[in-house]
Structure formats: C-alpha cells, structure tokens
C-alpha cells in the first residue's frame, strides 16, 4: 500500500511540477472564456450596431403596404427597372437593392436581394421578418382585424416545472434553465481536464 501511494505521490508531483502543467492550467480557461467572449461581442456588435441602406424596387401591386425603416436597416423605394436597379448599388449609397415581383400575398415568391457583398444570414433574416409582418399586417387591415383585436387573442402561459423524488414523493421546485447551464458549465470542465490531461501524457 505505501508502495502504490508513493507512486501516486512521485507521478503527481513530477507533472505538477512541469512547466507546461502550470501554463495550461491557468492559460486553458482563460483561452476558453476569451473564444467564448469574442463569439459573445461580434454576435452583439453584429445584431446591435449594423445598419445597412436598401433600395426596394416594388413591382408588386398587390402588396400596397411598404416597408418602414429600423434602427438596423434603412428602406428607400426607388422608382428604376430592375437593370437600372442594380446600376445603383455602384452609383449610389446603397448596401442592398430588394426587388419585389408580381406575387399573390397567401404565397409569395421570387424575392430576390442584390449586393456588392454576400449577404449574412442576420440581414436576411430581418428582411424576411419585416416582410412577413408587413404582408401579416395588410392581410389583417383587408380582412378587417385590427392589431389590437388580434393581440386580445393571445395568451401568455408560464409553466413552473417541479420534480418529484420517486423515495418520498416530496415536490421540489426545479429549472430547466439552470439544469441546461450547469450541464454546459460541466461539460466545458470536462472537456478542460481532459485536454490537460492529454497533454501531459
């Protein structure tokens, strides 16, 4: 037995006391936390700080309604073919141009979004939502409804999630939430020591 435990003893001091051991054991979580916040920030600072200008060529006569302008994105109707359209994205300060064809509003399709730049997937996706309320919104005025008829309609429902032990039967009160954040807190350690480990052997 002292035998085993002066083993343990002599393998754990001589990689405690490597230099790489002690590097990684304060650098590996600080690299972590810092991929975590450059993800956190260009996230934040792609979401909050964009703000793109986008002509809207409407060829569209059904759809009456037009789009207003945002604190992310700047809408400008322009009265130019869609040739001409696209001249503007080179003579003029537009980031997009969004052309709007002929299209029955219960399905609409062939929009289409030019750029001089690939479009991200976060300005595609507002785009698409503010057109959806937009088309939402008309539907509603033709049909009658006003918007706060329809907000009358919806309900929010909060449901308090408890556990119940299968010994005593006691309820207590449990997150999904905080269960979901402390298994990714564990998993994050997990995957700490392991490479701390790895490097060492």
Avoid at 60 to 71: G, I, R
Avoid at 183 to 193: D, E, N, P, T
């Amino acid at each position: 037995m002292n035998k085993i435990l002066l083993i343990i003893k002599r393998e754990y001091l001589s990689r405690v006391k490597k230099k790489s051991f002690i590097v990684m054991t304060f650098l590996t979580p600080l690299l972590i936390a810092g991929i975590y916040a450059l993800i956190g920030y260009f996230t934040y600072t792609g979401i909050k700080d964009t703000h793109d200008k986008i002509a809207i060529v409407n060829n569209n006569k059904t759809l009456t309604a037009k789009l207003a302008s945002n604190k992310n994105i700047n809408y400008t109707y322009v009265n130019q073919s869609l040739n001409d359209a696209k001249l503007l994205l080179a003579k003029e300060d537009y980031d997009y141009f969004l052309y709007l064809p002929e299209f029955s509003l219960t399905e609409p399709k062939g929009i289409e979004l030019f750029g001089n730049k690939q479009a991200g997937l976060s300005i595609n996706r507002r785009i698409s939502d503010d057109l959806e309320e937009l088309i939402r919104n008309q539907k509603l005025q033709e049909s009658g409804i006003s918007q706060s008829d329809l907000d009358k309609l919806k309900t929010n429902i909060d449901i308090d999630t408890k556990k119940i032990t299968a010994d005593t039967g006691i309820e207590e009160a449990s997150s999904a939430g905080a269960s979901t954040i402390i298994a990714f807190v564990a998993g994050v350690l997990m995957f700490m020591f392991i490479m701390l480990y790895g490097i060492q052997v």
